[in-house]
């Protein structure tokens, strides 16, 4: 029966209104055209041809492609079959193919391991850590298993032969996921099974052990509490041999091609990560190989973990950055009061602050890049200082920025489809993960008694800048009153403002005045302890982060 005129009038009055003063979606947009800071950071560090490099992958990440593959994978979670429908044990984890279109993107880019190849040119570890920190942007917790995979090539380094047999799949550009021997893989991936939960960061309180055998290899026994990543091909793992505390490699697949003894016993519930697992799991006689010297575990992993921790400040200034975009796209496109969300004074002032965080973020975070690149003494002694303080203070601001990014965005930005929430849940893992903000802190300190040089490195690299503003000198002096008698009580304060501090003489140094201005009165000289407090505005600095969106 056809409605009559009458009918279709009161429809039309039924319309209570129109969708308007809503941004469009942030999608196909390129992360490079709005993060001047990045290529500012690249030119400082003396990397500006690898600027449009950078740019195929930049726009693949800002690609509503790669966004709804980030959104799927978190969406449907990876999911644990211990046994195969016949009762047979398997260990394996199934993940949503959105996971392993991320996967492919990351690892055919090099993000996992082109600082490693034979053929990597000059300042390859600034170029991938750009490359990290732009993909992140895509979706963060796929970049669990490509941190790992990086972090373990200079570990297993320790015993060449290792190296020599799976360093060639850890290097490959090839995706190759599922449970077969390396030899019939085109590409590997690595994990990193450390904690146990009667220690925790405590690693030398591991209960599991590693009996040797006739022909070399050890068999472990003992459960650990988390593990990173336990699809991979290989484990870096600790374990109590005969001579104390080693670090041993435990592969899924046996060279004889049967399943290793390592048993998946749950997949952790965690409050953001969801597109990653990580496992409980139990090495029930599993076969091991040792990397380096028996009783020196922690020696022959920490290369490992100082390469994460700087994927944690490069994943923390990632999933800023992001927030920034979707906050200032959001105040560009929306009106209130009758007035542009981004022009109103407080929310300026606001944005302005995420912005100059995001910013000193990313500057900090390729100079340590940068450091690693050059490989030499006194950078190496730079690197044992900062790289500490900085996963503690970066990886701290993160959960405040985004939480502000979400706000925001009001009610718009505390609900699942703005994306906000995600980052939001996803922002603690960077401070927990390879030392939680105390670990990190003291870890600080301990740089500076183990190797007092560290700090006359630091001051070196912080006189670069000296003398170009009062407010800089003055943090200057404070930290060195602070490197005077360093205490554990105010490791914190010492890791947050020697942080700060290095920020600010990079700002200063290699970027327009604008940015470091805004720096150093909302970061150095200002009271207020939540973004928006200092009254600072800046136009101009908030016009070169604002996504341009192709839509």
Not at 174 to 195: C, I, N, Q, W
Request: charged share 25%; net charge negative.
């Amino acid at each position: 029966m056809r409605p009559t005129g009458e009918q279709e009038h009161t429809a039309a009055q039924a319309e209570t209104h129109e969708v308007r003063n809503q941004p469009p979606p942030l999608d196909d947009f390129d992360p490079l055209d709005c993060d001047p800071a990045l290529r500012e950071a690249l030119t400082a560090q003396g990397a500006q041809d690898r600027v449009e490099s950078l740019r195929p992958l930049a726009r693949r990440a800002g690609s509503a492609e790669a966004r709804e593959h980030g959104r799927l994978a978190n969406a449907h979670p990876p999911v644990l079959h211990s046994h195969d429908r016949y009762g047979h044990r398997v260990d394996e984890v199934e993940f949503h193919p959105s996971w392993h279109w991320l996967m492919g993107e990351a690892v055919s880019s090099g993000l996992h391991a082109s600082p490693w190849s034979p053929g990597a040119t000059a300042g390859q570890h600034l170029a991938r850590a750009a490359g990290f920190y732009l993909w992140s942007q895509a979706e963060a917790g796929h970049g669990c298993p490509v941190s790992m995979t990086f972090a373990a090539v200079p570990a297993l380094r320790h015993s060449p032969e290792l190296a020599e047999y799976y360093e060639p799949g850890l290097r490959s550009t090839h995706y190759d996921f599922g449970v077969r021997h390396p030899e019939r893989k085109a590409g590997l991936l690595a994990g990193m099974s450390m904690t146990e939960k009667q220690g925790g960061s405590d690693v030398r309180a591991n209960s599991t052990t590693a009996e040797p055998l006739s022909d070399g290899s050890y068999r472990i026994v003992g459960h650990k509490w988390f593990t990173s990543a336990p699809m991979n091909d290989l484990f870096l793992t600790l374990a109590q041999t005969p001579g104390g505390l080693s670090c041993l490699l435990v592969p899924r697949v046996l060279p004889d091609g049967t399943r290793n003894a390592i048993r998946l016993q749950r997949l952790k519930d965690k409050l953001g990560n969801k597109s990653n697992a990580s496992a409980e799991l139990e090495y029930t006689g599993a076969i091991g190989w040792l990397v380096g010297e028996e009783g020196r575990g922690v020696r022959s992993i920490i290369d490992m973990v100082s390469m994460t921790r700087m994927d944690c400040v490069l994943g923390s200034a990632a999933n800023m950055r992001i927030a920034l975009s979707e906050a200032t796209h959001h105040a560009a496109h929306r009106s209130a009061f009758d007035e542009r969300l981004d022009r109103t004074p407080l929310m300026g002032t606001v944005l302005t602050e995420l912005a100059v965080e995001s910013e000193a973020a990313v500057a900090l975070g390729m100079r340590l890049a940068a450091a690693t690149d050059r490989g030499q003494r006194g950078e190496l002694d730079l690197l044992r200082l900062v790289l500490p303080a900085s996963k503690y203070y970066v990886c701290k601001r993160a959960p405040t920025i985004i939480a502000e990014a979400l706000e925001c965005l009001g009610g718009n930005g505390y609900v699942e489809e703005s994306g906000l929430p995600r980052l939001y849940r996803e922002a603690p893992l960077m401070s927990v993960w390879e030392g939680a903000g105390n670990v990190t802190a003291l870890d600080t300190l301990r740089a500076l008694h183990k190797q007092p040089e560290t700090a006359e490195r630091l001051l070196e690299e912080l006189d670069l800048a000296s003398g170009r503003d009062e407010r800089y000198d003055r943090a200057v002096r404070s930290l060195r009153a602070e490197l005077t008698d360093p205490q554990p009580a105010r490791a914190r304060r010492l890791a947050e403002l020697l942080t700060q501090t290095v920020q600010a003489g990079l700002l200063l140094r290699g970027s327009p005045e604008e940015v470091s201005d805004t720096f150093l009165a909302t970061r150095l000289e200002a009271a207020g302890s939540t973004p928006g407090t200092s009254g600072v505005a800046s136009r101009q600095l908030l016009d070169r982060v604002t996504p341009k969106s192709e839509r």
